[in-house]
């Protein structure tokens, strides 16, 4: 089955720093990567997704990569605000299962 | 957008009952899913509650621990059974509201469980 790896655990960045969160999936037959954020207490939700037939993918701050042939996929916030900080999760969905695997998270800090 | 609504939110429940979480989304969708997020932790798929049939489970999870019930397109039910104190943790209701895999997944609230 799908196994997804994600990391950093934690990431910690000052206020209008970059980050970056790089994960790497296993099953070649998954075709859309999303990603979603979660505050405490909260459900995920998602904030920018990817589908195999593209390369790269932006929305204002924020922009996914994909390297499809490396299996590999990342996530690029510019200009980091406080609210940013929550966890972020990477998934991969596969066209077999039609279900989502998720990375095991990045809690991501932004100092003010 | 789907919305999906969960309940209960919480329960404290006595080790050995069971406890049922209702799963319910305002419209049709195709694929329903149950996830474990552990405090701190990542969500683990639990299983796939297929419309009219059994559900797909995933390794490590079994249908007498965790039966579930998928009557229609808009509503699921997950039952925890036996419940111990490992079993403690959120457990999410999500769905997939379009035909094909690659569409957004949406989740509910998430009901969050403690045995004591």
């Known amino acids: 089955g799908e196994n997804v790896e994600q990391h950093p655990s934690t990431l910690s960045v000052q206020e209008g720093d970059s980050a970056v969160i790089k994960c790497t999936y296993s099953?070649?037959?998954?075709?859309?990567f999303p990603w979603y954020k979660q505050e405490l207490g909260k459900r995920p939700q998602l904030i920018i997704d990817?589908?195999?037939?593209?390369g790269e993918k932006k929305d204002q701050r924020i922009a996914v990569t994909l390297n499809k042939t490396a299996k590999h996929f990342s996530l690029h916030i510019t200009e980091t605000q406080p609210e940013d900080s929550a966890v972020y999760f990477c998934a991969a969905t596969s066209t077999g299962g039609f279900k989502t695997i998720f990375g095991a998270g990045t809690r991501l800090f932004v100092k003010a | 957008s789907a919305v999906i609504s969960q309940k209960p939110s919480r329960d404290i429940c006595q080790r050995g009952t069971s406890l049922t979480i209702q799963c319910q989304v305002d419209s049709q969708v195709t694929m329903m899913f149950w996830y474990r997020q552990q405090p701190g932790q990542s969500l683990t798929l639990i299983a796939t509650?297929?419309?009219?049939?059994?559900?797909?489970?995933e390794s490590g999870f079994v249908i007498d621990k965790f039966p579930i019930s998928r009557p229609n397109l808009t509503f699921s039910t997950l039952t925890v059974s036996n419940m111990s104190p490992e079993d403690s943790s959120i457990y999410l209701c999500?769905?997939?509201?379009?035909?094909?895999?690659?569409?957004?997944?949406?989740f509910g609230q998430g009901t969050r469980l403690t045995v004591v």
């Open positions: 099953d070649s037959a998954s075709n859309y």
């Open positions: 990817i589908r195999s037939n593209v």
């Open positions: 999500s769905a997939r509201a379009h035909e094909g895999p690659a569409t957004e997944a949406f």
């Open positions: 509650a297929n419309q009219g049939s059994e559900a797909t489970y």
